[in-house]
């Protein structure tokens, strides 16, 4: 068994991370996400909303053992039993397969530390190929595909793709398929 690279560390989006939070979300181009150039003040905004911490969403910073911290993670809909959440890699840090390891060192924080969660979920962009392409390398299925549904800031809205990993798949390492037209 490796060890992973990737450490997830909690952070504290009201106090000592604050600063480096806003600064990591607005210094980089997030072009997949719904607000791909956030403003200071939309960060500061979204703070005090407790979207990066509350009763339903959690943050952490993703460290690497080698580079530093690469990137923000935010698991989201904790309330549910199904949550979903939003990664972000800085950008001098995109293309280099990161993606997966963050998905997979989540996937295993989820699972061993929610035991009331069954799934784990994400959804993309229908043109963010290489997130789609993650998902799959890290055992999750794709479940749906919304036409339209993802808002494109000055621009027609595209598909929005969405993949889930159940709890059972991940300990037995496989991928429990279904049939996509069970209609016909």
């Known amino acids: ?47 005090g909303e407790g979207a990066y911490r509350d009763e339903d969403n959690d943050s952490f910073w993703v460290e690497h053992a080698e580079l530093g911290r690469v990137g923000f993670f935010r698991l989201e ?16 840090f995109r293309g280099r397969g990161l993606a997966a390891e963050v998905l997979r060192a989540a996937t295993e924080l989820v699972f061993t530390t929610m035991p009331q969660v069954n799934r784990f979920e994400g959804q993309t962009r229908e043109d963010n190929l290489a997130m789609r392409r993650t998902f799959l390398r ?40 279904f049939v996509w037209e069970d209609l016909a």
């Open 1 to 47: 068994m490796t060890t992973s690279p990737i450490t997830l560390t909690r952070l504290d989006p009201t106090g000592a991370d604050r600063g480096a939070l806003v600064e990591f979300m607005t210094g980089s181009v997030f072009p997949f996400h719904m607000v791909p150039r956030p403003t200071p003040a939309q960060v500061e905004g979204w703070i």
């Open 138 to 177: 890290c055992g999750f299925l794709k479940e749906a595909h919304y036409r339209e549904g993802w808002p494109v800031e000055g621009g027609e809205p595209v598909a929005s793709v969405a993949y889930g990993i159940l709890r059972r798949d991940w300990q037995s390492g496989t991928v429990t398929p």
């Open 77 to 92: 809909d904790l309330t549910d039993d199904a949550p979903v959440f939003d990664l972000r890699l800085g950008e001098g």
